[in-house]
């Protein structure tokens, strides 16, 4: 069984930055790629970014482009998701998962495991 941990969220202002962290553990090796979702009260889940362990290949959500970055540390089985210049459309719980092969616009369909989800909130 995989698992999958979120941390990092909270409370911050606009044009602030927030850097979330997904620890995975279990078999870990049996997934191609991780992804980030989000999802806002009321509104369905939707992809924010993703990334491949084997060569670091990544892709964005058109409405995070050129603020937010993803990366990862394979010796810690971590992914990460830098936040900045955050705006007030961005709040919500935000998901890591696990698929078997990355997509450049993927469906929550195309993951097998998913954490527990982490509360990001933007002020105005």
């Known amino acids: 069984q995989v698992q999958l941990v979120e941390s990092g969220g909270g409370l911050v202002q606009a044009g602030g930055s927030l850097r979330l962290a997904c620890a995975a553990s279990?078999?870990?090796?049996?997934?191609?790629?991780m992804g980030w979702f989000r999802q806002a009260p009321g509104k369905e889940r939707e992809f924010v970014a993703t990334?491949?362990?084997?060569?670091?290949?990544?892709y964005y959500a058109d409405s995070v482009k050129g603020r937010f970055t993803i990366s990862r540390d394979n010796a810690k089985n971590t992914v990460y998701l830098q936040m900045n210049g955050l705006k007030p459309e961005d709040t919500a719980v935000y998901y890591c998962?696990?698929?078997?092969?990355?997509?450049?616009?993927?469906?929550?369909?195309?993951?097998?495991?998913w954490g527990q989800g982490t509360q990001v909130t933007v002020s105005s």
């Open positions: 998962a696990a698929g078997l092969s990355i997509k450049a616009t993927p469906k929550i369909d195309d993951y097998n495991y």
């Open positions: 279990g078999r870990t090796f049996s997934f191609y790629a």
């Open positions: 990334i491949d362990w084997a060569f670091s290949n990544t």
